[in-house]
């Protein structure tokens, strides 16, 4: 497996953070969720449209990636997860993804997914 570099590339959000409570909510988590679970519908509806473009999927796609997102964050928020935490937890799913060969074997030569503190 490629050692992941302790210093470089941090997980970050590729969205502007949503304006929500605050204190977070469970009420807020449950919605948010909700809200993960119709954007991954409207893919899959983007998907089984003939009239559907590929762009409108991918639109679709990075939607998802916004609530997971917004998502992650209310739940950092809410349980007081830390940016170092976080991280560590990125790490941790890259290297089993690692180990059960979902990456390829030069997946991390370059450093690209680096994670830093």
Known sequence: MPELRKEGRAMIYNFPKYIYSDPVSESDIRLQHG??????NEIFYALVRDEESPERVMEETLDLLHCVETLTRLLQDKYGITRNHLNLMHIRIMEKNDERGYYGENWNEDGAYDVGF
């Open 35 to 40: 809200k993960c679970y119709e954007e991954l």
